[in-house]
C-alpha cells in the first residue's frame, strides 16, 4: 500500500489559517458554542442566555452568561464555596451540592429580573421531572445549558446543577435520559433521583465504611467527624439548606476596609536633572577610585 507523502507547499502555508486562541488551548468548543449563542435577524438585541456549569477540584460555578458584541456578560452567579452560609460545610463538590448551587443560581437570577415570586420552581423536591406553567403576562426566564468541554454521561453532576436550576424556576430545556435515575431497561425513578439530592448516597457510603473499615473511614470523612456530623444527618442539613437558599438567595456584601498604605511597585521615573546628577555622582566614585 503506498504512502501519501504530506508536502507543505508555500500555497498550503499562504491559504493556513490559525485556529482561535482558545481552541489551541483547548479550552473553547466553537462548535458548540456557536449554536449556543446564535440568535435569530428578526430578535434584535435579545440574547440567549446560558447556563454555564464548571468544575473545579474544589468549587462548583454556576453562571447565567450573555454573549454580547464586547464579550460575555454575567448577569449572576452562584458558587459551592457560598454553601457554608446555608448549613452545607463539607462535601461541596458532591451531586448534592451540585443541586444546591443550581438552585442558588436560579432563585439569584430571578430576583434580580423580579420574576422570584411569579416562578417559584418546585417547592417540593421529589424527584420527579418538573414542567414550567407560563404566566399570561411573563414568560419563564430561559436558559440554554452550556457545560463546556465535559463529557456529558449518565449521572453526571451537570445535571444536578441542571436539575437545582429548572426546580428553582429557571426554563431549561431537557430531559430525563441523563439523571442518574435513569435506564434504558427500566425508564426513569424519581425517588433513585431524590436519594442523590439529599445524599442519601453518601450516606450509605459513610455507614458501610463505619462498619467494614473504620480505619478508612476515619481517614476519609475525618472532617465530617471533626464537624460531629453522621450520616443519618446528611438528609436533613441539605433539606434545611434548600428552605435556606430560597428565604434569602442574594450575596451578602462584605465591607473590606480599605488598606492604610498602598504599595506601588512601579519604579519611580527620573526626571533629567536627577539622571545628570546621578551620573555626575558615578564619575566622581570612579575618579575617588583611581
Known sequence: MAVAKSIKTKQYSKRFQVKFRRRREGKT???????????????????KYRLVVRFTSRDIIAQVVAARIHGDEVISAAYAHELPKYGVKLGLTNFSAAYCVGLLCARRVLTKMGLAELYTGAEEVNGEMFEMEEDEDKRPFRALLDIGLTSTTTGHKVFAVMKGAVDGGLDVPHNEKRFPAYSKEEGFDPEVLKSRIFGEHVQEYMEYLADEDEDRYKMQFGRYIAEGITGDMLPEIYEKAHEAIRADPMPT??????????????????????????????????????
Request: net charge positive; glycine share 0%.
Open 29 to 47: 468548543d466553537y462548535y458548540a458554542r456557536q449554536r449556543l449563542i446564535t440568535q435569530d435577524k428578526r430578535k434584535y438585541n435579545a440574547p
Open 253 to 290: 456584601k462584605v465591607d473590606k476596609p480599605a488598606p492604610a498604605e498602598r504599595k506601588s511597585y512601579r519604579q519611580k521615573k527620573l526626571t533629567y536633572d536627577e539622571r545628570k546628577a546621578n551620573v555626575q555622582k558615578r564619575m566622581k566614585e570612579l575618579l575617588s577610585a583611581e
